[in-house]
């Protein structure tokens, strides 16, 4: 089973950008399907965005589309997600988990601890 670490959070004003890391442990990363997903206060937990096991598909949430890249690197156990042009609504905690290219949802029922995005307009 994968564990993950979700990092990379923080405070930015509207326009800004922050880069967040999803760090795995267990060699078993690279055959899984990964995605980030996040919950605002008040609001059901949603997709952001998922890539393939090789990297090669991607599948964004229309909210995102054009603003965050996912990305991963299997020899270092890790998955980013870069995000541009952050608006307050971006605002969140987000985490990341296996994830179904089709369903565009978590394969697992547990999360992690997340990490927190604010954005300030």
């Known amino acids: 089973q994968v564990q993950l670490v979700e990092s990379g959070g923080g405070l930015v004003q509207a326009g800004g950008s922050l880069r967040l890391t999803c760090a795995a442990s267990?060699?078993?990363?690279?055959?899984?399907?990964m995605g980030w997903f996040r919950q605002a206060p008040g609001k059901e937990r949603e997709f952001v965005a998922a890539?393939?096991?090789?990297?090669?598909?991607?599948r964004y949430a229309d909210s995102v589309k054009g603003r965050f890249t996912i990305s991963r690197d299997n020899a270092k156990n890790t998955m980013y997600l870069q995000m541009n042009s952050l608006k307050p609504e971006d605002t969140a905690v987000y985490y990341c988990?296996?994830?179904?290219?089709?369903?565009?949802?978590?394969?697992?029922?547990?999360w992690g601890q997340g990490t927190q995005v604010t954005v300030s307009s």
């Open positions: 988990n296996p994830a179904s290219m089709e369903r565009l949802w978590s394969t697992s029922r547990s």
């Open positions: 267990g060699r078993t990363f690279s055959n899984y399907a």
């Open positions: 890539i393939s096991w090789g990297g090669k598909n991607t």
